[in-house]
Structure formats: structure tokens, C-alpha cells
């Protein structure tokens, strides 16, 4: 976890996460089936307004991934308040989108909004690549 240099272990998370969270965040679409069936924007899970996608799993997976290995997550990582709101925003970004309905109407109803969530968050996980 050298600083300012992209670790080999986040290569993959840092070029899929960026792609598959704009799938996610329902910015485009792709029809690709993975495996035996499965596409990014299939539903896994459904319920009181929330729908999972594979696509949201993959994007919050691989963004926990490269908190953890840059040591974002146990406390070791020396961060501004800044770039601790900008690392959350890209974090949550998906969560948030999925799992609380105004927020992903409002997404919804705004391109912009989410485009913008796109933007940030694939920027704030190469900024956390980065930096630490």
C-alpha cells in the first residue's frame, strides 16, 4: 500500500467499479450476460420499493475492496475532512441510490444528479487508489 501509486491489487476494482456503478446508478445500460444467465442489471433482490441489483453489489464489493486494502477502513489513513466527504459521497453513492427510494427518485428524475454521482464516485475510488 505505497502511496501515490496504483497497487496491483486494485487494478481490477478501479477499471470494473467505475463501469458497473454507472450501471448501477442507471446512467446506461449494457446486455451482456455473465456466467449462466446473469446481467449487471439483473434483480436479486426486491422489497418495499428497493430493488438489488447485481450490478450494485458488484459496485459496493469492489469499492469496499479498495478501502480495505488501502487502509481507508481501520483507521490508518490519514485523510483532510474534504477528502473524507468526497470518499464518502463515492462510497454511498450507490448504496444510497438502491436503498432509499426519494434519494433514487430524485437521481431519477435529474440525468445530472446522475451523472455527477457517477463522476464523483469513480473519482474518489481512483483518489483512494492513489493516494494511499
Do not use: C, H, K
Not at 456466467?35 to 422489497?47: F, I, P, R, T
Not at 420499493?49 to 447485481?54: A, R
Not at 434519494?103 to 475510488?125: C, E, H, P, T
Amino acid at each position: 500500500m505505497a502511496e501515490s501509486t496504483i497497487d496491483i491489487e486494485d487494478l481490477l476494482a478501479l477499471v470494473l467499479v467505475p463501469f458497473i456503478g454507472g450501471v448501477a446508478l442507471g446512467l446506461f445500460t449494457l446486455g451482456i450476460t455473465i456466467g449462466d444467465g446473469y446481467e449487471l442489471a439483473m434483480v436479486l433482490w426486491s422489497g418495499s420499493g428497493v430493488e438489488v441489483t447485481l450490478a450494485a453489489v458488484l459496485t459496493v464489493a469492489g469499492f469496499g475492496w479498495v478501502l480495505i486494502t488501502n487502509e481507508v477502513l481501520d483507521g490508518r489513513a490519514q485523510y483532510e475532512t474534504w477528502e473524507w466527504g468526497i470518499i464518502a459521497v463515492g462510497a454511498l453513492a450507490v448504496p444510497a441510490y438502491v436503498l432509499v427510494p426519494p434519494f433514487s427518485d430524485l437521481v431519477n428524475d435529474y440525468d445530472v444528479i446522475r451523472l455527477v454521482l457517477a463522476l464523483v464516485q469513480s473519482g474518489s475510488l481512483v483518489y483512494t487508489g492513489w493516494t494511499q
